[in-house]
């Protein structure tokens, strides 16, 4: 059983920066592949950035590809999410994922954190 935790939403104007974090609980966390998605208010939940047990892989929507960077701290139980050059169509709920493998898929993730609010405003 993997416990998510995600934590760094908040309000930020057009154009600038947050950093998500997610925090992990467990010891098995480095054996997990690990996946950012968001949802915003009617709308379905849409794949973000994924990154590999070992961080050596990662994956990005077309939407963000130059803007965000997934990282992992594996001593850390933690994966991070840096947004830069924020844009108000990123406002969402964002969630953490954990799962066998990194993919865009959702389903392919066991388990998912409550998630962080992210608000762009223009």
């Known amino acids: 059983q993997v416990q998510l935790v995600e934590s760094g939403g908040g309000l930020v104007q057009a154009g600038g920066s947050l950093r998500l974090s997610c925090a992990a609980s467990g010891r098995t966390f480095s054996s997990y592949a690990m996946g950012w998605f968001r949802q915003a208010p009617g709308k379905e939940r849409e794949f973000v950035a994924a990154?590999?047990?070992?961080?050596?892989?990662?994956y990005y929507a077309d939407s963000v590809k130059g803007r965000f960077t997934i990282s992992r701290h594996n001593a850390k139980n933690t994966v991070y999410l840096q947004m830069n050059s924020l844009k108000p169509e990123d406002t969402a709920v964002y969630h953490c994922?954990?799962?066998?493998?990194?993919?865009?898929?959702?389903?392919?993730?066991?388990?998912w954190g409550q998630g962080t609010q992210v608000t762009v405003s223009s």
């Open positions: 990154i590999s047990f070992s961080g050596a892989i990662t």
């Open positions: 994922a954990a799962g066998p493998r990194a993919t865009i898929r959702p389903f392919d993730y066991d388990y």
